[in-house]
């Protein structure tokens, strides 16, 4: 499985972004898919995920309530919708595959995207 991640860009806070996460490969739709991101300096850190159906989800407490995780198997494309963004959400965020179920550490996938970067400016 190769992935794309897109969609990053400058924001005010505030502001909305949607990220997009284009995969190839056939087996896709069996796949969880989640997104990680890494501030300078920072370790990567995890921010949400989809299972393969998308009937299960799980977001870090941060994100909770402002970011949306969601996928369309069809286009084989998992999607990362940030609202309310903060200046705190700046980071290069990846796009991970895994065959395990919701997982919130790396090692879970297998798969992962170059990165897309996402700056929220104050």
Not at 7 to 19: C, D, E, Y
Not at 31 to 48: D, I, L, M, N, S
Not at 103 to 118: K, L, M, N
């Amino acid at each position: 499985v190769q992935l794309q991640a897109s969609g990053g860009g400058l924001v005010q806070a505030g502001g909305s972004l949607r990220l997009s996460c284009a995969a190839s490969g056939r087996t896709f739709s069996s796949y969880t898919v989640g997104w990680f991101r890494q501030a300078p300096g920072k370790e990567r850190e995890f921010v949400a995920a989809i299972n393969w159906s998308g009937v299960s989800t799980g977001y870090t407490d941060s994100v909770k309530g402002r970011f949306t995780i969601s996928r369309d198997n069809a286009k084989n494309t998992v999607y990362l919708k940030m609202n309310s963004l903060k200046p705190e959400d700046t980071a290069v965020y990846y796009c991970a595959a895994g065959m395990k179920s919701i997982v919130v550490v790396i090692t879970g996938y297998t798969y992962w995207g170059q990165g897309t970067q996402v700056t929220v400016s104050s």
